[in-house]
């Protein structure tokens, strides 16, 4: 069956250290893939889109890398800030125009 | 309006009534996304309308669950006879909905709904 997985854990990490967010998903050929980041209480926001043939995106302090070979996602936020403390998910875009979402990853950021 | 609007913020209702969920998307974009969390759970896919075509309904967990888009614009997500499990946030996104190339998705705040 498709899946998608993020780290159910929470990811606690130190000020100015960089954070790193795992996505992995099966049984999909997903043409793109973006992450978002959802604060408490709120809708989430789009942060970044990667494609099927790209293998990094970066924007600011954010990177995210695509390999499809190993179905997996990594997404990076370097210099992390008490501010960058959120919930974040993955989605893929799948043939036939819905997009999927992981069940996100929390991170804190303590200063 | 500026982004994606949802009405009601909150609703509160008892176990059995109907509950109507209203969506109104960005100006000029064709798709539109009805999802469910639960607490401390990621976004369950429930529907998706992309401009004329039929909407994809594979995620609408039960037939008391139904949705229609207006117009190609508003949306009504609608629960008949709710339950206690049907107690969830449901988020409606909208984007341009290009083909081939729906792009980033515009969330709203969602519509907390409580079954007592």
């Keep these: 069956s498709q899946k998608i997985e993020q780290n159910s854990e929470a990811l606690n990490i130190q000020e100015g250290k960089t954070a790193t967010l795992t996505c992995n998903y099966t049984n999909y050929s997903p043409a793109y893939l973006q992450w978002y980041r959802q604060d408490p209480g709120r809708g989430p926001v789009f942060l970044l889109l990667i494609r099927e043939n790209e293998k990094e995106k970066r924007k600011e302090r954010l990177k995210v890398t695509f390999d499809t070979t190993l179905k997996q996602s990594l997404f990076h936020i370097t210099a992390s800030q008490p501010a960058d403390s959120a919930t974040y998910l993955c989605a893929l875009y799948n043939q036939g125009g819905k997009l999927i979402f992981g069940q996100g990853t929390e991170l804190s950021v303590k200063p | ?78 629960i008949q006879r709710t339950q206690q499990e049907d107690s969830a946030v449901y988020l409606c996104a909208s984007s341009p909905g290009l083909a081939g190339d729906p792009g980033e998705l515009f969330f709203g705040e969602g519509s907390r709904l409580t079954v007592l």
């Design chain 2, 1 to 78: 309006g500026a982004g994606v609007s949802q009405s009601p913020s909150n609703k509160v209702t008892e176990k059995g009534k109907d509950v109507e969920l209203r969506c109104d998307p960005i100006s000029g974009h064709t798709a539109l996304y009805w999802y469910r969390q639960s607490l401390g759970q990621g976004l369950e896919f429930l529907i998706y309308f992309q401009g004329n075509s039929a909407p994809d309904k594979s995620g609408l967990p039960s037939d008391r669950f139904s949705a229609e888009r207006t117009g190609g614009s508003v949306s009504t997500l609608t």
